[in-house]
């Protein structure tokens, strides 16, 4: 049975309820991980809040250290979280390695403490009078994170609530629970106050009594967006400072001017890159010409029926497996919908040669879907890409736009004036030029709009300074002794 990580140190659970954690290459169980019980997360937050006491009147520069440390340890340590993603996930060796990189690039943003907490200062806004602002710790932080991707999420969470000076307890994602235990390890041999970071582990009861909590004072959270608004909702009511963030279904639109070699490329990785398990990845391509339809498909095709399938610890392997044994039937499901429907199944990843054991399944290609499609209104979240001919980009645009989803999209154009204008209109809040998986770097903000996210300010860079500090703004005069007694509101 896999521990909780509870004031510095991993702790043995006395949970009777656990979950099965499955090596989705084999299809073996693995681990059984504990769902924590109410006293286990009682003691979760006490330790947390007896760390906030002390962390948050710690100098920027003490802050600061504990991310530079721990971003040596992570880069010291990067092969063996991989490695466990690897293991739990599926995703192949390289692309977990990725994976922990895009959270690094956080930690390094979190080391810059001093000044990303800098407030503001104005001077004389009255005679003696100055007006200055602080940004403060909320106290316990909450981040509830999605499985696919164990190590980047929660990286995008806690290095910055931390150099906020809060202290977080973190509920990973019960299907590949181990990366976050090796991280909290590494953050206490940074040097981590016992109790600053906690992890513990369970499913929906686990994660209703933490946002819930009295003590727990603001919530981040990744994963379907059923779950995203259950959490918004439920939290927000309980007056938690909130954000959510959701499914998606991107987009990628192709203009007849693309270079469609390198277009057909970047598509292929964004689409069955780490089997269409991203969040911004690329199940939809639209097209507004059916000459661009059909070159885009004569590159595809082809390379969509060579992908290696296979392991993720595989050097060759491009298309690892699905996380579960559900995913692997929902997927199935999927194109069984999308041939019912009426869509025309270029390639049928069902029929793809794979090992027997694990939840592997091929890459699908389909064309001719239209708006009215189930593939193309659900988040399928597997290796199925859907190819919509529009008759022009205003049509292409207005699609996009309607669709629920708003997390990322991308349009491959040589027109400048049309990468403005789609810029611009398109109701997403991440945008790609050329650019397939336009997840923003470290130090900009990432975050979708309509249903892909609630909650007003996204993950990390300045949004997530402000999410996880709030502002306190003082009104001073020295020297003292000048107030004249009035009863107006004072003007200056
Ligand atoms: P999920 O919603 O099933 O689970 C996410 C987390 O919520 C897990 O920790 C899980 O234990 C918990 N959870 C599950 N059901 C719950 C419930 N009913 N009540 C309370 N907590 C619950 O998501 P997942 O399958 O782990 O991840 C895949 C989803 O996450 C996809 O929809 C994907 O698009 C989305 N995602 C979104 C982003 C983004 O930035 N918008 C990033 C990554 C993943």
């Avoid at 806004?125 to 509830?144: M, P, W």
């Avoid at 595989?314 to 995913?327: C, I, M, Q, R």
């Avoid at 997530?464 to 004249?484: D, E, H, M």
Wanted: charged residues 20%; aromatic residues 8%.
């Amino acid at each position: 049975m896999l521990p909780h990580h509870i004031n510095g140190q991993r702790v043995s659970s006395q949970s009777t309820t656990h979950g099965a954690v499955y090596n989705p290459a084999t299809g073996e169980i693995i681990h059984q991980v504990p769902f924590a019980t109410s006293i286990e997360i009682e003691t979760a937050i006490e330790a947390a809040e007896k760390a906030h006491q002390q962390w948050s009147l710690t100098s920027l520069a003490e802050r600061a250290r504990l991310m530079f440390a721990f971003k040596a340890l992570l880069e010291k340590n990067i092969g063996a979280l991989a490695a466990l993603v690897s293991l739990e996930h599926g995703k192949t060796h390289a692309d977990a390695k990725a994976s922990v990189q895009r959270g690094l690039d956080v930690v390094e943003f979190a080391c810059g403490a001093p000044h990303l907490l800098k407030s503001t200062y104005s001077e004389r806004v009255g005679r003696d009078v100055d007006c200055y602002g602080l940004r403060q710790s909320l106290g316990i932080c909450v981040g509830i994170t999605p499985f696919n991707f164990p190590a980047m999420i929660p990286l995008w969470m806690y290095p910055l609530a931390l150099i906020c000076g809060n202290a977080f307890i973190h509920k990973p994602s019960e299907k590949d629970p181990s990366t976050a235990l090796l991280l909290a390890d590494l953050l206490y041999e940074a040097g981590a106050p016992k109790g600053l970071l906690n992890v513990i582990h369970g499913d929906k009861t686990v994660v209703d009594a933490l946002i819930s909590h009295p003590k727990v004072k603001a919530v981040s959270f990744v994963g379907s967006t059923a779950v995203a608004e259950h959490i918004y909702q439920t939290a927000t009511r309980h007056d938690k400072r909130v954000q959510a963030f959701g499914g998606a279904k991107n987009h990628c639109l192709v203009m007849n001017d693309a270079d469609l070699d390198d277009a057909a490329n970047a598509i292929l990785g964004a689409a069955y890159g780490s089997c269409g398990q991203r969040c911004m990845a690329i199940p939809v391509v639209v097209t507004v010409s059916d000459k661009t339809a059909d070159a885009l498909i004569q590159h595809l095709a082809p390379a969509v029926q060579s992908l290696i399938i296979g392991a993720g610890d595989d050097d060759k392997t491009v298309l690892s497996p699905l996380n579960t044994a559900e995913s692997l039937t929902r997927v199935q499901k999927y194109v069984e919908i999308g041939v019912e429907e009426g869509a025309k199944l270029i390639v049928d990843g069902r029929k793809a040669t794979h090992p027997k054991q694990g939840f592997f399944i091929g890459a699908s290609l389909f064309d001719a879907v239209t708006p009215d499609m189930k593939i193309y209104q659900d988040e399928i979240f597997g290796p199925v890409l859907c190819i919509l001919r529009a008759p022009d980009y205003e049509t292409a645009l207005s699609w996009i736009n309607n669709h629920p989803y708003g997390n990322g999209t991308a349009i491959f154009t040589q027109n400048g004036e049309i990468a403005h204008d789609f810029a611009a209109r398109v109701q997403i809040g991440m945008v790609g030029i050329n650019v397939p998986i336009p997840v923003p770097v470290g130090y900009h903000t990432f975050g979708g709009w309509k249903r892909s996210a609630f909650g007003d300010l996204g993950l990390h860079g300045p949004d997530g300074i402000q999410f996880y500090s709030r502002l306190k703004t003082i009104t001073s005069r020295w020297p003292k002794g000048r107030n004249a007694n009035s009863f107006t509101l004072p003007t200056h």
